[in-house]
Nanobody, 116 residues
Framework: VQLVESGGGLVQPGGSLRLSCAAS????????MSWVRQAPGKGPEWVSA????????DYADSVKGRFTISRDNAKNTLYLQMNSLKPEDTALYYC??????????WGQGTQVAVSS
């Protein structure tokens, strides 16, 4: 199993970023997928999850209405569109196979920093 995140960076408050997660080594279309973030000094926060077909999506209250998760099973890729970014969104963002409670693999993470 390999999960490789990209797309992080430094952005001003109110800005946008799109994270990508390239998956390999398993049948991507057969697994629910998630985004998890961890801010400095804090525990992991499950940001969003999507089922295999993309029709069942969950968001943490902290990102609802601002973030959009999606997937392209033909490209084995998971996405997270992040709009209206806030300083409190600053964290290391991980792509994870599975949902909270039954996830078995995470990527190495991509750093997102929101600051003026």
């Amino acid at each position: 199993v390999q999960l490789v995140e990209s797309g992080g960076g430094l952005v001003q408050p109110g800005g946008s970023l799109r994270l990508s997660c390239a998956a390999s080594g398993f049948i991507f279309s057969s697994y629910d997928m998630s985004w998890v973030r961890q801010a400095p000094g804090k525990g992991p926060e499950w940001v969003s999850a999507i089922n295999t077909g993309g029709g069942n999506i969950d968001y943490a209250d902290s990102v609802k209405g601002r973030f959009t998760i999606s997937r392209d099973n033909a490209k084995n890729t998971l996405y997270l569109q992040m709009n209206s970014l806030k300083p409190e969104d600053t964290a290391l963002y991980y792509c994870a196979r599975g949902r909270e409670g039954d996830s078995d693999s995470w990527g190495q993470g991509t750093q997102v920093a929101v600051s003026s």
